[in-house]
């Protein structure tokens, strides 16, 4: 296949099972701030979610550099708004917001003042007081980067006990997940979490998988061991994490542990684990820690030609989201409207 009709056929693909959150992100548009706003892929996007009718984006940064940028890239950015945060008549409402979220930690408004001029800072403050829906980053700017501003500000939604990430990989002609779907977590955030830590990321992937990608979730807990098949402390940590997670939320399809194609091929699973409920047929996998799942939705990228959408964040009170720093402008426009659509689901 040459390489113009291999991406057509991607491109094609990917369009048609995000068309239903396409609908949904236009169906009641939301404002989306990009921190990142002279950065070349961040504008190339802006302008492609504005003539798609996504999301009301909104870019951050020198409106100068920005316009100038664009028209080198022959971008059109009429209708984006663009906000130089030290020239915005709303900085002294986000620095004095700051610092009293902060003062208990040592913040000075002199500290407040540099800190929020920061565009991932002034960004992160928009959302907390509503002069934005939800933002996302990280096409220049590391996972850590995105993190602090919104753990400090932002901070995670009521009964939500860790911020984790998720990826949604759709791997064309493949008859695993959901004609082709998956979700993949955590890939991006948390390197070794706990039992419990576990079993609330699977939580709030299984809820993910429900509320945003419309899907009833089957969540396989994912080790190098099924069922038993080996001991090690390793194996404990998700063994307890699916019990948990069980005794936590029993109206979910919840199961582990297991390895990885017992998860998702029928056949292995009828040998390893004939009695799961999930074996077999998971469209949501949880990875014990972050190398495996980094490790792992990288795999299947590269060698199956997926799309990996992401990272996504939940469990935060107001989505803010990361991007791999080699994302695609395609990529930002997708992570953009997954975005408008969870701020949807949490107004």
């Known amino acids: 296949m ?3 009709s291999y991406f057509f056929w991607k491109e094609k693909f990917i369009m048609e099972l995000m068309k239903k959150l396409w609908e949904s992100a236009k169906a009641d548009k939301r404002k989306i701030v990009l921190p990142e706003g002279d950065e070349e892929r961040t504008i190339v996007a802006a302008q492609k979610i504005q003539e798609l009718g996504l999301a009301y984006v909104i870019l951050v940064g020198d409106k100068d550099k920005i316009e100038e940028k664009a028209r080198e890239l022959t971008v059109n950015l009429d209708g984006v708004e663009i906000i130089d945060p030290n020239k915005s008549d709303r900085l002294e409402a986000y620095v004095n917001e700051f610092y009293e979220l902060r003062k208990n930690k040592g913040m000075t408004l002199e500290k407040a003042q540099k800190i929020v001029r920061d565009p991932l800072y002034f ?7 509503n002069d934005a829906d939800g933002m996302v980053s990280g096409a220049v700017h590391t996972t850590g980067d995105l993190l602090r501003p919104g753990l400090q500000v932002i901070k995670t939604a009521p009964g939500v006990s860790v911020v984790s990430s998720f ?12 004609e082709g779907m998956l979700l993949f977590s955590d890939c991006a955030v948390n390197p070794n979490p706990t039992y419990e830590q576990l079993a609330a990321i699977a939580i709030a992937t299984a809820d993910t998988a429900r509320n945003l990608c419309k899907m009833e979730p089957r969540v396989a807990m994912l080790s190098f061991s099924t069922m038993g098949s080996a001991d090690h402390e390793m194996v404990d940590k998700v063994r307890r994490a699916t019990e948990l997670a069980k005794e936590l939320r029993p109206d979910l399809q919840i199961d582990g542990e297991l390895q990885l194609d017992a998860a998702i091929v029928d056949k292995v699973a009828a040998q390893k684990a004939p009695n799961s409920n999930v074996a077999g047929k998971a469209n949501v996998l949880i990875f014990p820690d972050l190398q495996s799942g980094n490790i792992g939705y990288k795999l299947v990228q590269r060698f199956a030609n997926a799309e990996a959408i992401g990272p996504m964040c939940q469990g935060f009170a107001k989505p803010i989201n990361d991007l791999s720093r080699g994302c695609s402008s395609e990529d930002i426009v997708n992570v953009v409207a997954l975005t408008a659509v969870q701020a949807q689901a949490q107004k």
């Open 2 to 4: 040459e390489r113009s």
């Open 123 to 129: 960004g992160t403050m928009m959302v907390k007081l």
């Open 167 to 178: 990826f949604i990989m759709m791997v064309p002609g493949s008859k695993y997940g959901e």
